[in-house]
C-alpha cells in the first residue's frame, strides 16, 4: 500500500505539480483547497502524512492544524512561503512533524513525507529489543506507539514520540544534541535546532510538567522520572 498523502492547497498550479510528481512517486494523493477541507479529509481519508499550505482561503493553515490536532496525531508538514513564517509556526508550538518553505524541490519535499511516515513502514524491531520504555509514571509503549501518564493516555505526534521514547530508553543520561537531531530526524537542515526545542516544549506541556525533558545548558536535554 502506498503512502496516503492529504495535500491542502488553494494554488492549482502548485497543487496540479504536486499531485503530479507524489503520484508519479508511487503515493496516493488526495487534494483539497481549504481549511474545512482539510479537517473534514482528515477523519474520512484518514491520511498518513498531511501537507499544508498556511495561506488558505477560509482560515489560516495553523488553525486548521491545530483542530486537527485535537483528535489525530497524524503528521503534519507545514509548506509555507516564506521563512519568516516559520518562527511563527515553531512559537505556537503546535506539534508540526517538519516543514518546507516554498519554493521546494519535489525531491525535497519527497524527502520530507518518507522521513515523516517512515515509522509506519518499518517493520517490527527485533523480539530482543524493548517494547515498552520509561518508568513507573510514564509508560512508553514503543510497539503500540503509546503513552500512558499515570494510566491516562498521551496523545503525541509522530516526531514528539521518537524524541521522547528515544530520551526516555535511557533515563537519567543526557543526550546531545547533534545526536538527537540525528536519530529523530534524518536529516541536516538549518531549522532542526529550532525544531528540537519546539519538540521538547511541546511535550513538556502535555506531559504536564518541564521537569520529565530537562536541559543541560550547552550539551542536551535527559529524561527524569518525576515523582507524583
Ligand atoms: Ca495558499
Redesign the pocket.
Known sequence: MGVKVLLV???PSIAQSVVASLTTAGLEVTHVDSGQGAIDAVAAVQPDVVLM????PDMDGLDASKTIRETSSVPIIIVSARGDELDRVLGLELGADDYVVKPFSQRELLARIRAVTRRGADTAPASSSPSVVGSERLVIDERAHTVFLDGEEVVLTAKEFDLLAYLATEPNVVFRRNDILEHVWDTNWFGTTKTLDAHIASIRKKLGSPDWIQAVRGVGFKFVEVAQ
Open positions: 492547497e488553494d494554488d499550505d498556511l495561506g488558505l
